[in-house]
């Protein structure tokens, strides 16, 4: 099965600075990769996704992944957090009859 | 865009008692439907796959006498929670995909969170 890791389950940022969610995945096939957003008691919106083309994906409300295959990575960013962006962030890769694998997630939390 | 309607949306029901979760797709055809299951501050966990007019495919853990998967046509999955017990208290979340669905990705239901008294 389709393993991904999302380093530090809890992320805290000021506001205005830099968001950085790291996303890898272990697979010797480049699936396709997903970054999804979550709010308390809600399901899963999609913030970006990458199947193929352009490495650099830019999605909602700011974001933008990088697909880089020699590293199996598909890190998030947001140049500048804003208090709307405290959420669980999901990363997905697909596997096998293509279904969805997900990261442990990452909770940010904005500091004003 | 793809919308996936989910409900109930909340539901608390007595141990040993059944309960439905129905997902619509409302703009599309969902040719597969997931069901995902998740416990406080964890990801999600995938229990079965649905494809319409097909058996569901569980994933290896999951008791598929327990939790009853329909997929009876393109627009509509059911997840049934049978005899129901506290440790099946959980958030329930449903997941949907068209035949050429890679445009929209995979679009998820708000979820239901099953409180088993």
């Known amino acids: 099965a389709q393993s991904v890791t999302q380093l530090g389950s809890h992320v805290s940022v000021s506001e205005g600075a830099l968001v950085l969610l790291r996303c890898n995945y272990s697979s010797s096939v480049p699936p396709y990769l997903f970054w999804y957003v979550q709010y308390p008691n809600q399901g899963l919106q999609l913030l970006l996704k990458?199947?193929?083309?352009?490495?650099l994906v830019k999605g909602i409300n700011g974001f933008e992944a990088e697909f880089k295959k020699s590293e199996t990575s598909f890190h998030l960013t947001k140049p500048s957090a804003h208090m709307s962006d405290a959420a669980e962030y999901f990363c997905a890769v697909t596997y096998g009859n293509n279904r969805l694998a997900f990261g442990k997630g990452n909770q940010v939390v904005v500091i004003p | 865009g793809a919308v996936v309607s989910q409900h109930p949306s909340r539901v608390i029901c007595k141990s040993g008692t059944s309960v439905k979760i129905e997902c619509r797709s409302l703009?599309?055809?969902?040719?597969?439907m997931f069901w995902y299951r998740q416990f406080p501050k964890k990801s999600l966990m995938l229990m079965a796959t649905?494809?319409?007019?097909?058996?569901?495919?569980?994933e290896q853990g999951v008791e598929k006498d327990k939790f009853l998967i329909n997929h009876a046509s393109l627009t509509l999955s059911t997840l049934t929670v049978t005899s129901a017990h506290p440790e099946d208290s959980s958030f329930y979340i449903c997941?949907?995909?068209?035949?050429?669905?890679?445009?929209?990705?995979?679009?998820f239901g708000s979820g239901t969170r099953l409180t088993v008294v």
């Open positions: 703009d599309f055809q969902a040719t597969t």
């Open positions: 649905s494809n319409e007019g097909s058996k569901a495919t569980y």
């Open positions: 990458y199947t193929t083309g352009a490495t």
């Open positions: 997941s949907a995909r068209a035949r050429d669905s890679l445009l929209h990705g995979y679009t």
